[in-house]
């Protein structure tokens, strides 16, 4: 803390800075959090004021977290730890830390015939709704839950995607088919009500409830593949690549804010690989 007397300088202290800067730049409380906790528990790790800690800390703390933590918690980390001494301290050493790599997996692909099969076993209308909405919007699983009945315009069948990830509005499409049962909600709801209500009728459903559902499904129909939540957002974005919808109108469905994030649906399109005739053959 920075005293002066009896006088106490808030802009002075470097973690109220932080405070004030990422509220400044409209960080989300989830990234706000984040960075918080491993600033703290970076500068805990050191042993040292912020003032005076190297480059070699720094690289410990980061080898010390990358034994128990997957590379992308590392790399929050990392990017908490710089913005913290390149913004808030004006130090530059961090030029010398390299940031960890990021194994590159492929999705997770469902076929057509595995989710229509995964939405055959449910008996359950709700969770049946729940993976077909999934599925037919290619929305994020923290998207879906708090999608609000205002959200859904039935003329047009688009979907607003209300402050998304990075804090953008974006719209998404809605199936023919899921119109109906919209309509219903519509007359059963306010207008502010969420769409997947939890059981008070007031909050909505919870992430991992929505997860819970979706590995139930894939383990009812047989699939033996990994699915989650996302593999139907993947499904989504494959099958519309393999039925010729242009990349960069995918990539605005899905939110993505660089075309390359995108791209990686190029290696797992169906109709991609079945251009190339096998040897065998």
């Not at 997996?105 to 939405?119: A, F, G, T, Y």
């Amino acid at each position: 803390m920075f005293m002066n007397g009896n006088n106490y300088y808030p802009s002075k202290d470097p973690i109220v800075k932080l405070k004030q800067e990422m509220i400044l730049r409209n960080f989300s409380q989830k990234t706000t959090k984040s960075y918080l906790y491993y600033i703290s528990n970076g500068l805990k790790y050191a042993n040292k004021s912020p003032r005076i800690i190297k480059s070699e800390d720094i690289r410990n703390y980061l080898e010390y977290l990358a034994k128990s933590k997957s590379v992308a918690t590392l790399n929050i980390a990392y990017s908490a730890l710089k913005f913290y001494f390149e913004k808030i301290l004006g130090r530059k050493f961090f030029i010398s830390i390299p940031r960890a790599k990021q194994n590159k997996k492929l999705p997770v692909v469902l076929s057509k015939n595995e989710i229509k099969r995964m939405i055959g076993v449910m008996s359950n209308p709700k969770h049946k709704f729940l993976i077909q909405f999934l599925y037919a919007t290619g929305l994020r699983v923290s998207e879906v839950v708090k999608v609000k009945m205002s959200d859904i315009d039935l003329d047009r069948k688009l979907v607003l995607v209300n402050q998304g990830k990075g804090r953008k509005d974006r719209y998404t499409l809605l199936a023919d088919s899921l119109v109906n049962i919209i309509r219903k909600q519509k007359k059963l709801k306010e207008k502010g009500a969420y769409l997947f209500t939890s059981r008070d009728g007031k909050s909505h459903w919870q992430v991992m409830s929505a997860q819970k559902v979706v590995k139930a499904a894939a383990n009812k129909a047989g699939i033996d593949k990994n699915v989650s939540v996302h593999t139907l957002r993947h499904s989504f974005a494959t099958h519309l690549l393999e039925q010729g919808t242009d990349i960069r109108y995918i990539q605005e469905l899905l939110g993505h804010s660089r075309l390359e994030t995108t791209q990686i649906y190029t290696k797992v399109s169906q109709k991609n690989l079945s251009e190339i005739n096998n040897p065998l053959d």
